[in-house]
């Protein structure tokens, strides 16, 4: 069965590593959907029953965004607010609908993996930072999983780097 990619980046045309990343996946239709929140929703209003029925397909799931401002893209937390209702994808007649499907991160970062450490500038480790996709996951009764996350993007925009980090995100989305 396919996974799901649901990426939310608001510029992907002038995206790095999001950009190559979906370039990527496009190569592996067999293995992969990639739905792209803002082509299919370019004025932001969800088709909240398509979107449903689109995680009712898949048994794996991954968002992949770009982290900015701490947190993720805007579109991100609407869709979860529209899309994961109650009755649907909780509440006690809901029937879980996310209940053991595998959800995960694919995170792209400016800021270097140090920088976000206790020890760090930003005195948080990105494990910290996501809990609340966590805690969302797990509290619609889904199989959270270790995120992935390629650092860096804000000082090194080569194509070395950028090359380097596709190896690693279709390894972590095989081992899923």
């Not at 990619?5 to 990639?34: A, G, M, T, Y």
């Not at 270790?146 to 650092?151: D, E, G, S, V």
């Amino acid at each position: 069965m396919k996974t799901l990619i649901i990426v939310i980046h608001p510029d992907i045309q002038n995206s790095i590593v999001n950009k190559r990343w979906i370039k990527e996946l496009h190569k592996f239709p067999e293995k992969f959907q990639v739905h792209q929140l803002h082509e299919v929703y370019p004025d932001e209003e969800i088709n909240v029953p398509a979107e449903q029925k689109l995680i009712e397909e898949h048994e794996k799931i991954v968002f992949q965004f770009p982290y900015y401002w701490f947190n993720c893209p805007a579109f991100f937390k609407k869709w979860l607010d529209e899309v994961l209702t109650h009755g649907w994808a909780y509440g006690s007649k809901s029937g879980y609908k996310l209940a053991g499907k595998k959800i995960a991160l694919a995170i792209s970062l400016g800021v270097d993996q140090q920088e976000l450490s206790s020890s760090g500038v930003y005195k948080y480790p990105l494990e910290e930072l996501t809990r609340p996709f966590e805690l969302s996951f797990e509290y619609v009764k889904a199989d959270y999983r270790p995120f992935y996350a390629y650092y860096g993007i804000e000082h090194n925009t080569s194509a070395e780097w950028v090359e380097k980090s596709v190896p690693l995100y279709l390894d972590f989305l095989d081992k899923l």
